[in-house]
T-cell receptor, first 114, second 112 residues
């Protein structure tokens, strides 16, 4: 079963706009929520991550917003650039001894037009 | 350079012919994992390992085997490949739950 649901499947944004990708999870035991960025022909790379004890984390133009009660989290890309065009995956896992099991969302293909 | 190395990058094989995809990391990471990536399905975990000789099933383990005899290596074995195992495979490793995974460049497998 899909424990992390990601939307939209694809997203087109103009340069300078805001890109928003949403994820929802079911397992309340999840306690680590990373986002990965993947360029064509490459493996995913860790972009930013959050733990549920904070509601927001910002790194440069990338921000994760986390809503524990709604079991949702989202990635916001401010001032989107053509170089941000990639596939983005949200993920979730349980820390401690169960950390190895990482569940990904279905992915969002982001295209930023110049 | 810190990295996860997978080999081969591309592989075409026939149904039933056993194959192994190798994975090696040079970062002394404890955690290693194998994923397959299919359009519309995202990344699905096949197997993962928390340390030497400690492995566990992910979400789609059927038809695959793994072993972790050394900390740096985590090979993926397909004993009898079938066409539904045609996919893009990624190996990944991680130091801890606070650091996220480092992924290899992928292995594109086609089973005919």
């Amino acid at each position: 079963q899909q424990q992390v649901k990601q939307s939209p499947q694809s997203l087109i944004v103009q340069k300078g706009g805001i890109s928003i990708i949403n994820c929802a999870y079911e397992n309340t035991a999840f306690d680590y929520f990373p986002w990965y960025q993947q360029f064509p022909g490459k493996g995913p790379a860790l972009l930013i991550a959050i733990r549920p004890d904070v509601s927001e984390k910002k790194e440069g133009r990338f921000t994760i917003s986390f809503n524990k009660s709604a079991k949702q989290f989202s990635l916001h890309i401010m001032d989107s650039q053509p170089g941000d065009s990639a596939t983005y995956f949200c993920a979730a896992t349980i820390g401690g001894t169960s950390y190895g099991k990482l569940t990904f969302g279905q992915g969002t293909i982001l295209t930023v037009h110049p | 350079e810190a990295q996860v190395t997978q080999n081969p990058r591309y592989l075409i094989t026939v149904t039933g012919k056993k194959l192994t995809v190798t994975c090696s990391q040079n970062m002394n990471h404890e955690y290693m994992s194998w994923y397959r990536q299919d359009p519309g399905l995202g990344l699905r975990q096949i197997y993962y390992s928390m340390n030497v000789e400690v492995t566990d099933k992910g979400d789609v383990p059927e038809g695959y085997k793994v072993s972790r005899k050394e900390k740096r290596n985590f090979p993926l074995i397909l004993e009898s490949p079938s066409p539904n195992q045609t996919s893009l495979y990624f190996c990944a490793s991680s130091l801890s739950s606070m650091r996220g995974y480092t992924f290899g460049s992928g292995t594109r497998l086609t089973v005919v």
